[in-house]
């Protein structure tokens, strides 16, 4: 049963450079977003915050697949010219783990303690100055690990590129491979499904360092963590 | 090229509705089996052995590290090599259930161990039956807190069912996207399925928030 | 009494949360290095009037003044119309105030906590903020710790930084709201004396709120017995904890001895 196995592995991992880079581009454009808008959603101008909340639900409240398709096969039929599908995927990637990633940005600031803005604002920092010295610095330690959750969310989600055409791990294997090994499916699905958890694994592992850095940039004591992906009710 | 056209969109909506039923089918079928499986999977690594509490544990962290549309190949494409020909839908509705399954088993999990400890002594201290503190005791204090999470799994699953497409399912999307090569027209279609998802999800997440703050989470 | 020699000056300030009523019409002054203490009952709404004179709460009638500026309000016109951000800004500037639960940040070191503010507020050079910072630290005893974090400090330490923290923006009036009830009462005798000696060598105007009553009476000027919004009695330290005038006063007072 593993007569190809380095064939299989070989091909599928021609997908890789890919999904990494529909990944790492979606995760940037995702990070963007999610300040822009989690913070927006805080901003003491209630149009700010009505534009924010439109996004957040808009986009959390429609498919992935559906945002994808319309912006790779609608959109180009409104505005006249095609984008290419990486850069279509990106942007879908960006803009559906933004929205999310917003309510994450929010949360957080949230979570920092009343007393910390007041410190704050006793010293006459102004709105922008608490924010970004003050508050921004507690909040990103809250940040991290619902943050881990939602690139490993994302990395899943860079799999539906294959749906527009993107040679990423997925479509290497269901477009490439499969179609030319009959009967060797199952080892083909396991090299591929091995890739995406070691893909997750890389992920998380960045996580936890950035974690210790933003526990020290909070200025709380390292804590050994052990909680356990995708908690009750987010 | 481009612009609206409602003749198109009168014509199509029959096609997108016969789709958007299919789609709830796969979402009430998926939801079913993972509220199942995933107690099964929950009560398993609870049941004390060590070696079936680590596999379990290791199923569901590869399900949930790996994505959706490659588990649902793999049964669609995988599983006939081994002589199981299963429908489309029926491929589908395994793959959503067992991905979530991996979901509310945590939800279950976090949802029985959120029923503090004093709760199992005192039960205990009254010598209530073993059945009796379940079903008197930790049931009612671990379900409220449950019923949010598990609603907003159900909401994400029907986000997701458009993914049986690609095994051949024709759910909403599905619909809109043969639609739409039919006539070359895309936009109406897309439109169209984006606004559907986005009423009836919406509504939902806003009904799952308020039960969410009242359960006082 | 002429405008120039009032710092804080309540004119019939009222004060609501929700039905609940905190302060009815209050009206007090405190001029130009006065040390004042605030006592009375809790809830009765004295960390509400510090909250005020810092601009973390707003009022539902009546003014506010610091200095010839009114806090609450501004001039437009000859009317006199809701303070802006940009206004409360400016005269908060000459306020400064030492919290209960210290509020030090935890992501800047002790020399930070000192030097932000003052460096990107009032726009002093970063050698400047420094030196007054590492003069500050040395006066509350704590030079030695500058680059600690606040986690690493006692809760004694911490709110002494937090102390020099406020008197680094070189605030005209300071307020202390019960700065000593979080700690143990050896702790709390090392800030009590640091702000002894504030008292005596500075010339800040203090607004304190405290249960500490031997030290209210070794630092106060006037002691306010404040009570149903309003304040009930204002006298001298020795006068009022000798003898108070007002029942409730003496109530009090024999509340607070004995516990
Ligand atoms: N943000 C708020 N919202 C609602 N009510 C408040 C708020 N802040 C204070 N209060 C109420 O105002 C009243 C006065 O509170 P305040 O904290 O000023 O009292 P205090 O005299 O400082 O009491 P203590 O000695 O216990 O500190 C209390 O009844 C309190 O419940
Ligand atoms: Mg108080």
């Not at chain 2, 509504?203 to 799952?208: D, I, K």
Request: with cysteine.
């Amino acid at each position: 049963m593993f007569d190809n196995f380095e064939l299989f592995l070989t091909t599928l991992l021609r997908g890789a450079p890919l999904t990494v880079a529909a990944t790492g581009g979606g995760i940037v454009l995702t990070i963007l977003l999610s300040f822009v808008a989690g913070l927006a959603m805080l901003s003491r101008s209630r149009w700010v915050r009505f534009l924010a909340r439109v996004y957040v639900e808009g986009w959390r409240g429609t498919s992935e697949v559906v945002q994808l398709f319309w912006i790779y096969f609608a959109v180009p039929l409104l505005v006249g010219f095609q984008l290419v599908p990486l850069w279509a995927g990106i942007l879908v990637l960006g803009l559906n783990h933004g929205a999310y990633g917003a309510e994450i940005v929010r949360g957080a600031v949230n979570a920092v303690p009343r007393a910390q803005h007041e410190g704050a604002i006793a010293l006459n920092l102004g709105p922008a100055q608490r924010i970004r010295k003050v508050i921004l610095p507690q909040a990103f330690v809250e940040m991290v690990p619902p943050f881990n959750n939602l690139f490993i969310q994302l990395l899943k989600s860079s799999s539906l590129l294959s749906l527009i055409t993107v040679t990423e791990i997925t479509n290497q294997g269901v477009q490439v491979l499969v179609p030319n090994y009959t009967g060797q499916a199952l080892t083909i699905f396991l090299i591929m499904l091995v890739l995406y958890l070691i893909l997750s694994l890389v992920i998380t592992v960045v996580m936890r360092l950035v974690e210790r850095w933003a526990a020290r940039v909070a200025g709380r004591p390292a804590t050994a963590r052990a909680r356990v992906t995708g908690e009750l009710g987010i | 090229m481009g612009g609206w056209d409602w003749g198109f969109v009168s014509q199509i909506m029959p096609t997108l509705l016969r789709g958007l039923l299919v789609t709830f089918e796969a979402t009430l079928l998926g939801s079913v089996l993972a509220f199942a499986l995933g107690l099964v999977l929950a009560l398993l690594r609870r049941a004390g052995i060590p070696v079936v509490s680590r596999l379990v544990w290791l199923f569901i962290e590869f399900v949930r590290s790996t994505p959706l549309l490659v588990q649902l190949y793999f049964l669609f494409f995988v599983l006939p090599d081994f002589g199981i020909r299963l429908s489309s839908l029926t491929a589908g509705v395994i793959g959503l259930g067992v991905h979530y399954a991996c979901y509310t088993a945590e939800v279950y999990r976090a949802g029985i161990e959120g029923v503090p400890r004093a709760q199992w002594e005192a039960a205990t201290a009254l010598s209530l039956p073993r059945h009796r503190t379940w079903t008197r005791v930790i049931l009612p204090q671990a379900v409220p807190r449950v019923l949010p999470a598990l609603g907003n799994y159900v909401i994400s699953m029907f986000k997701e069912t458009p993914l049986l497409l690609a095994i051949g399912v024709i759910d909403l999307v599905g619909a809109a996207k043969e639609a739409g090569a039919g006539a070359y027209r895309y936009v109406e279609p897309y439109t169209l399925a984006g606004l559907l998802f986005l009423l009836l999800s919406y509504p939902a997440a806003v009904l799952v928030r308020r039960l969410e703050r009242r359960v006082g989470h | 009494m002429p405008a120039d020699d009032v710092m804080i000056r309540f004119d019939k300030v009222v004060k609501r949360f929700g039905d609940n009523v905190v302060l009815r019409e209050l009206d007090f002054q405190a001029r130009p290095g006065e040390h004042v203490t605030l006592i009375g009952p809790s809830g009765s709404g004295k960390t509400t009037i510090l909250r005020l004179l810092m601009g973390l709460e707003r009022v539902n009638g009546g003014t506010i003044q610091v200095g010839d500026e009114y806090l609450s309000h501004m001039r437009r016109g000859d009317k006199l119309v809701p303070a802006d951000e940009r206004h409360l800004r400016k005269v908060r500037r000459r306020i400064g105030m030492v919290f209960q639960q210290f509020n030090l940040f935890p992501n800047m070191n002790v020399l930070r906590n000192l030097t932000e503010a003052p460096i990107s507020v009032l726009g002093q050079p970063r050698e400047q903020a420094e030196a007054r910072a590492k003069e500050l630290l040395d006066m509350v005893g704590l030079a030695e710790k500058l680059t600690a974090n606040p986690a690493e400090l006692s809760g004694g330490q911490q709110q002494r930084v937090a102390i020099a923290r406020a008197l680094a923006m070189q605030p005209d009036v300071l307020l202390l709201d019960e700065v000593t009830s979080a700690l143990d009462p050896e702790l709390a005798a090392g800030v009590l004396d640091v702000l002894r000696d504030i008292a005596r060598s500075t010339d800040v105007t203090l607004l304190c709120v405290t249960h500490a009553m031997k030290f209210a009476r070794d630092i106060s000027d006037r002691v306010l017995m404040f009570d149903g919004g309003k304040i009930i009695e204002d006298a001298p330290p020795a006068e009022i904890f000798d003898s108070p005038r007002e029942a409730r006063t003496r109530d009090f007072l024999q509340s607070v001895i004995e516990t």
